[in-house]
């Protein structure tokens, strides 16, 4: 059993920074690929960040230059780092981690955390 638990969101000012962090804890053996994806009011999940097992990450245009996702293998944790914060930054952000477990080290399979909320006034 995989759990995700993702943390630091809150509300701040246009132009400030937060840093989100999603930890996986359990029968873990590997974190693979891993994202981040937002969901605003009224709109559709969007992809924000992702990154490949071999470190190449993607990042959605809006966000570039802005954004960096890393992870943490020790601590199973993965993180988005978001710099330059805007009021269309306004989202539920989710991390999604493809994991193999200890029972199945070969076959990895998708989690998504809970959600954060972030919301950056004008």
């Known amino acids: 059993q995989v759990q995700l638990v993702e943390s630091g969101g809150g509300l701040v000012q246009a132009g400030g920074s937060l840093t989100l962090s999603c930890a996986a804890s359990g029968s873990i053996f590997r974190i693979n690929a891993m994202g981040w994806y937002r969901q605003a009011p009224g709109k559709q999940r969007e992809l924000v960040a992702t990154?490949?097992?071999?470190?190449?990450?993607n990042y959605a245009d809006s966000v570039k230059g802005r954004f960096t996702i890393s992870r943490d293998n020790v601590k199973n944790t993965v993180y988005l780092q978001m710099n330059s914060l805007e009021p269309d930054d306004t989202a539920v952000y989710y991390c999604?981690?493809?994991?193999?477990?200890?029972?199945?080290?070969?076959?990895?399979?998708?989690?998504w955390g809970q959600g954060t909320q972030v919301t950056v006034s004008s």
């Open positions: 990154s490949t097992t071999g470190g190449t990450t």
């Open positions: 999604n981690l493809g994991i193999t477990t200890i029972a199945m080290p070969f076959r990895p399979i998708d989690y």
